[in-house]
């Protein structure tokens, strides 16, 4: 159990150290992802910048993710609920169109006028404050690595089991500090697992401004 995201963060970056896990930059899923990222990069005195990946809601249950949209316009589909669901292609694209609309405001809203990180050639380790399904996070490993990063790590403070083993298959290496066997939510994992609102984000943002 950890008492809050700065605490799990902290934790993680000693995690790293011990094991020499060598990194350019530091990525942070947001919104929660953004607060372990912070941390990460203070404690390693590297820089920090923000990542996306939204799910696509099934049309029927939207807590059901059919897909996911990363910056690039990539899609990502959940073939076995694609299957369940017998959704047909252009109704996943249309879709797919709203999301990426909705993630492009949202990522001007955070950045502001804060430029685009370069990720070529990079070392990027890629973290959130914890994984559920790692459906959307697997989305954002591929578009990192479209984006020509030399090498994607995932460091979490928790993560579910299945997750976790998917995970480690798409990353060139993947730290969790905990991997419970019985995984509900991520935040059962927390004393203090408050929401992390949008000006916390463009706030973390501006103070680590290179």
């Not at 990946?53 to 589909?77: C, F, H, N, Q």
């Not at 001007?108 to 399904?133: E, F």
């Amino acid at each position: 159990m950890f008492k809050n995201r700065r605490e799990a963060a902290y934790l993680l970056a000693e995690e790293l150290k011990q094991r020499k896990i060598d990194f350019d930059l530091v990525l942070g899923v947001p919104r929660g992802g953004v607060v372990v990222a912070e941390v990460i990069a203070g404690y390693f005195s590297c820089p920090m910048d923000i990542v996306m990946a939204r799910k696509i809601g099934s049309p029927e249950m939207d807590e059901y993710a059919i897909g996911a949209v990363t910056p690039d316009g990539g899609v990502l589909i959940h073939d076995r609920v694609m299957h369940l669901l017998d959704i047909d292609k252009e109704t996943i694209d249309r879709m797919a169109m709203e999301v990426l609309r909705q993630m492009e405001k949202r990522l001007l809203y955070y950045r502001k006028n804060r430029p685009k990180v370069d990720l070529k050639g990079k070392r990027v380790l890629l973290t959130d404050d914890g994984i559920a399904t790692g459906f959307t996070l697997k989305a954002a490993v591929h578009y990192l690595k479209r984006q020509d990063s030399q090498e994607v790590i995932i460091a979490v403070p928790v993560s579910a089991g299945n997750a976790y083993l998917d995970l480690r298959e798409v990353v060139d290496e993947i730290i969790a500090l905990e991997i419970p066997e019985r995984f509900y939510a991520v935040g059962q994992f927390y004393d203090d697992f408050s929401t992390v609102n949008d000006d916390e984000v463009i706030a973390i943002l501006k103070r680590n401004q290179a």
